[in-house]
């Protein structure tokens, strides 16, 4: 993501936490609120741009992934994770930010039963696809 474009979902997060503040109900803390806020407002911002530019890529997430994984495995586990779903990269994503699931439940706005089934399914899902693109990108 460039420079320009992390100012724009900035400006678009604080726009959107503006407009949103009088929906603040108090039931969570508001460091949550203000992420599920910021996330949704990614995410449909990742939307527009899909309909307008199919073949554009959404770009790459960052994330805390250990130091011990070598380069190409980072960027192989991004383009894994950028071919999901966005619920399940946003779990995926959380999940890797060292959130717990009841945190990701009231941040997605989902049960933290469907967020440990989700997370399970992914988990199975992005082994298979690491797998199967670690052999293919390594291949010359």
Same mark, same amino acid.
């Given at each position: 993501m460039s420079p320009e474009d992390q100012k724009?979902?900035?400006?678009?997060i604080i726009l959107q936490l503006?407009?949103?503040?009088?929906?603040?109900r108090g039931e969570s803390e508001i460091s949550t609120w203000i992420?599920?806020?910021?996330?949704?407002?990614?995410l449909t911002k990742i939307k527009k741009e899909k309909r307008k530019i199919a073949t554009e890529s959404i770009g790459n997430s960052e994330l805390s992934v250990s130091t011990a994984m070598?380069?190409?495995d980072i960027e192989l586990l991004n383009i894994v994770i950028q071919s999901l779903k966005d619920l399940d990269k946003a779990i995926v994503i959380l999940y890797l930010e060292g959130y717990k699931n009841? $945190?990701?439940? #009231?941040?997605?706005?989902?049960?933290?039963?469907?967020?440990s089934t989700r997370l399970n399914r992914?988990?199975?899902?992005?082994?298979?696809k690491f797998k199967n693109q670690h052999y $293919?990108?390594? #291949?010359?």
């Open positions: 724009d979902a900035f400006q678009d503006w407009k949103s503040f009088e929906t603040f992420y599920r806020v910021s996330l949704n407002t990614i070598a380069d190409s009841k $945190e990701m439940a #009231q941040i997605l706005n989902i049960t933290s039963t469907n967020v992914v988990r199975a899902e992005l082994k298979v $293919e990108f390594k #291949q010359p």
